[in-house]
Every structure is written in C-alpha cells, then in structure tokens.
C-alpha cells in the first residue's frame, strides 16, 4: 500500500523560509514522479511544483518560481519544496502526491495524495 507523508509545515512570518518533506512508501518508486499542490481555504487545490523521479527534471507554478525549489532524495523515497520569500498567499494546505510517469501539473494525473501539511504566512 502506497504511502505519502508529508512534514515540515507551521506557521512562519511574511518573508520568512520552510521546507517540506515527503516520504513516500509501500512499493518501489523508480520512474515515478512527485508534485506538490496546495489548497487555500476556500480555493481549488492548485499546482506547486513536481519532480521526475530520474532525471530531475522539474515544473513550478509561475508564481513560485523563483521562490520555492524542488528536489529529492531517492534514495530516502523524499522529495522536498524548500520554500523562500514565503507571502500570506502562499497559506494553504500542502499536499504531496506521486504518479508513475513523467512530471505533470494537473490533479487527476496524480495517483496517490498525502494528507496534507498546514503553511500559515503572517503579515
């Protein structure tokens, strides 16, 4: 059974830097790629930013490029989202996922979803 866990959310003051972890297990993951998506409350879930599982390539979602960053250990089954120059609307529930095959941006093309870490932003 496929298993994501995320960690690394809380709450950090406008500006300020958090990094998320997410720990992937239950079967072998090569060639599998891993995103992550958010959720303000009230919003649609959204696009962060993913990782193929190979060759590192990576996807950002426009607002965040440049401020957060993407990588991954395979040999812990981790990808992390180092995010910097963190703003209030980057609030939301973070939520990691992973799908076998190249790197995508859209919800439904994601297999297996973790159950999400809190990020607050203060002004």
Do not use: H
Not at 15 to 39: E, I, V
């Amino acid at each position: 059974q496929v298993q994501l866990v995320e960690s690394g959310g809380g709450l950090v003051q406008a500006g300020g830097s958090l990094r998320l972890s997410c720990a992937a297990s239950g079967r072998t993951f090569s060639g599998y790629a891993m995103g992550w998506f958010r959720q303000a409350s009230g919003k649609e879930r959204e696009f962060v930013a993913a990782i193929s599982w190979g060759r590192g390539i990576t996807s950002y979602e426009g607002s965040v490029k440049g401020r957060f960053t993407i990588s991954r250990d395979n040999a812990k089954n981790t990808v992390y989202l180092q995010m910097n120059s963190l703003k209030p609307e980057d609030t939301a529930v973070y939520y990691c996922a992973i799908r076998g095959g190249r790197v995508a941006t859209m919800m439904q093309e994601y297999d297996y979803w973790g159950q999400g870490t809190q990020v607050t932003v203060s002004s």
